[in-house]
């Protein structure tokens, strides 16, 4: 169990469009997702943190007006990437906890999106 | 602010050598500490965290608060832990927000 899955998988878009990039718990209800972003050869950089029903939170220097998180339920969480620009292509990985952690709430992340404006 | 370094970008060891993955951490609070993997193509795995105490595929990792590091080791290398290491911090519970190293691409060689 535990499996988070992200669509798609790779995006390729023209300057000045949105891109719309959805992750999900598929066996499991999360109580928050995270987003991230790795540049090549880089670390994962921590973007904001969603909670469900409510804003999401955005680390410093990350333009919450450009990166649109929506968590609707449990299960979804959307990260819209609006007026793209080539310095935003990257890959987006996605994390989620579970409801019942417990003690501890691992994290579980997707597989990443592979995003290329042009 | 909290911060990871991982100082080597790739070690590369031979099959059967220990292998030792440093990680040296920042942070003024007591954090809980992680070793993510992320084998060839797949996506990003907890090995293990440090407030269990457990040996995951051989590995262990021990906290050390004075020196606060929480380096990765395992006696002998197999070619299958060939992958990207990646240490990382919370500030408590792994649910909270977590802060990562740039990764250590373990290579084992036959």
């Known amino acids: 169990g535990a499996v988070v899955s992200q669509h798609p998988s790779w995006v390729i878009c023209k300057s000045g469009t949105s891109v719309k990039i959805e992750c999900r718990s598929l066996?499991?209800?999360?109580?928050?997702m995270f987003w991230y972003r790795q540049f090549p050869k880089q670390s994962l950089m921590l973007m904001a943190t969603s909670n469900e029903g409510s804003k999401a939170t955005y680390e410093q220097g990350v333009e919450k007006d450009k990166f649109l998180i929506n968590h609707a339920s449990l299960t979804l969480s959307t990260l819209t990437v609006t007026s793209a620009h080539p310095e935003d292509s990257s890959f987006y990985i996605c994390?989620?906890?579970?409801?019942?952690?417990?003690?501890?709430?691992?994290?579980?992340f997707g597989p990443g999106t592979r995003l290329t404006v042009l | 602010a909290q911060r990871v370094t991982q100082p080597e970008k790739l070690l590369s060891v031979f099959k059967g050598a220990p292998v030792e993955l440093k990680c040296n951490y920042s942070?003024?609070?007591?954090?809980?500490l992680f070793w993510y993997v992320q084998y060839s193509r797949q996506r990003l795995q907890l090995l293990l965290r440090h407030i269990s105490r457990e040996s995951i595929k051989g590995f262990t990792a021990d906290l050390n608060k004075g020196e606060t590091s929480f380096h990765l080791k395992k006696p002998f290398a197999q070619e299958e832990d060939s992958a990207m290491y990646y240490c990382?911090?919370?500030?408590?519970?792994?649910?909270?927000?977590?802060?990562f190293g740039t990764g250590t691409q373990l290579k084992v060689e036959l």
């Open positions: 990382a911090l919370s500030q408590g519970g792994g649910g909270n927000k977590l802060t």
């Open positions: 066996d499991f209800q999360a109580t928050t």
């Open positions: 942070y003024s609070g007591s954090p809980e």
């Open positions: 994390s989620a906890t579970r409801l019942a952690g417990g003690l501890y709430n691992e994290q579980f």
